[in-house]
């Protein structure tokens, strides 16, 4: 399971990218993404996602 990033709902601010724990944000031609190949949902290092904890945007940072 992994997170994604409803791209017209992302302001691109930033602040998720280095609170990823597994540093599975990053920025590509615009926007963030989250890689779901990396994303763990936070499961070891968080009780909560912390990309949707950060984002200010509401139902930004969603289940995949
Ligand atoms: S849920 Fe956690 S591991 Fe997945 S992208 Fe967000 S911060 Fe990174
Ligand atoms: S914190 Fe939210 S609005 Fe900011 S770049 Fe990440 S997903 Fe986009």
């Given amino acids: 399971m992994a997170l994604t990033i409803v791209q017209s709902n ?3 601010c930033g602040a998720c990218e280095f609170e990823c724990p597994n540093a599975a944000i990053r920025f590509e031609d615009e926007t963030y993404i989250i890689d779901a190949d990396l994303c763990t949902e936070c499961k070891g290092h ?9 984002c200010p945007v509401p139902e930004t940072c969603v289940p995949a």
Avoid at 46 to 54: G, H, L, R, V, W
């Fill in 10 to 12: 992302c302001t691109v």
């Fill in 46 to 54: 968080y009780d909560i996602p912390q990309c949707a904890e950060i």
